[in-house]
């Protein structure tokens, strides 16, 4: 894991989805999004 961010989700969506770059990145902005939203 990248350590970016904290969002469980993101472990979840790794191993769901495995490690298609632009997905990933796509998976990323959104959970740093959700990240800023949730605090």
């Known amino acids: 894991p990248s ?10 969506i790794r191993i769901g989805f495995g490690h298609s770059s632009g997905f ?3 998976m990323s ?11």
Request: avoid cysteine.
């Open 3 to 12: 350590g970016n961010y904290s969002f469980n989700a993101e472990g979840f």
């Open 24 to 26: 990933e990145e796509a």
């Open 29 to 39: 902005r959104v959970g740093d999004a959700l990240n800023q939203f949730l605090k």
